[in-house]
């Protein structure tokens, strides 16, 4: 199976940046078997490039309540007034907009998730559902139950201004519950229950061989932890602007050239004007001249 286009991620809706799908991409390309998870799956911009990596005999299963109602009264105004474009029938046209079939949904919230998925069985869990604590403290628990012993959980919205309740399950995991973070970009946060030096030591070899991202590697006590974002675009050398730059250029000659026109119109106005005005100005003294000239032919 191809992976999806850049324009095929693009016409769906959602926040998935450029930096994670290429994180995406490499966690999910490691050699380790299991089945793949995504609580929260919005309108599908994310599933569609996860389930570009599910293998023969495993399973991609997706979670979230779609149009249905919130458990709390919490949750359903976070539901609402974010995501009330949400309906089930969308996120399915857009993953199959891509993909030939879709993958298992429990539709529903996320404290189910147990009930579908077995523990251990997890190589890659993607969480992004609700952004309250007491919900996302529950996803923590849920990823580390499901998730096999070197399995990958990405975070998103760890540190949103707007998500403070996600950013404190997180790092409650980190402190309490044994969660060893691997990497950060600027919206998610990757993850393991297992050793991450491994991990991270396959990263860097690829970060270094990733020109389009740039990385930094932050010691935090006795832990590390690579940051990653994507590397701005230099501007293009002169004389191999391409067809963009070919495009500027004219329309910056073809504005010089109104601009010329424009001068020369205002010009010939003012000329105009000017014209006129003299001709207003001896049309009286040419009136005058006639009429002395009668008078003087009729006293002869």
């Not at 707007?162 to 950013?167: I, L, S």
């Not at 006795?222 to 994507?230: A, F, G, I, Q, S």
Request: contains cysteine; hydrophobic residues 40%.
């Amino acid at each position: 199976m191809s992976a999806p286009s850049a324009t095929a991620l693009d016409r769906i809706p959602g926040w998935f940046w450029p930096a994670d799908q290429r994180l995406f991409g490499w966690f999910l390309s490691a050699d380790a078997p299991g089945d793949l998870l995504e609580l929260g799956t919005y309108l599908g911009k994310s599933a569609v490039l996860i389930g570009d990596h599910l293998r023969p005999g495993e399973t991609f299963t997706v979670c979230d309540l779609f149009e249905s109602e919130a458990p709390d009264a919490a949750n359903e105004a976070e539901t609402t007034g974010s995501y009330s474009t949400l309906t089930r029938q969308r996120f399915e046209q857009n993953y199959l907009s891509v993909h030939d079939s879709l993958p298992e949904i429990v539709h529903g919230p996320t404290s189910v998730i147990q009930n579908h998925v077995k523990a251990d069985s997890c190589r890659f869990v993607h969480v992004d559902a609700s952004h309250l604590y007491a919900h996302v403290k529950e996803d923590v628990l849920a990823a580390r139950t499901v998730l096999r012993g070197d399995g990958i959980v990405a975070f998103d919205d760890y540190r949103s201004e707007h998500t403070p309740g996600v950013a404190l399950a997180v790092w409650e995991a980190v402190a309490g519950l044994g969660l060893s973070p691997i990497c950060v970009s600027s919206h998610k946060l990757y993850a393991t229950w297992g050793d991450p030096v491994p991990v991270q030591r396959r990263l860097l070899a690829w970060l270094a061989a990733t020109p389009e991202l740039w990385h930094t590697t932050d010691v935090l006590g006795e832990r590390e932890l690579v940051r990653v974002n994507r590397r701005k675009k230099p501007p293009a050398p002169a004389g191999e602007l391409g067809e963009l730059g070919r495009l500027s250029a004219e329309l910056k000659r073809t504005a010089a050239d109104l601009k010329k026109t424009a001068a020369e119109s205002r010009t010939t106005v003012q000329a105009l004007k000017t014209a006129t005005k003299e001709i207003s100005l001896v049309g009286p003294v040419v009136h005058r001249a006639v009429r002395w000239t009668r008078r003087r032919l009729t006293r002869r």
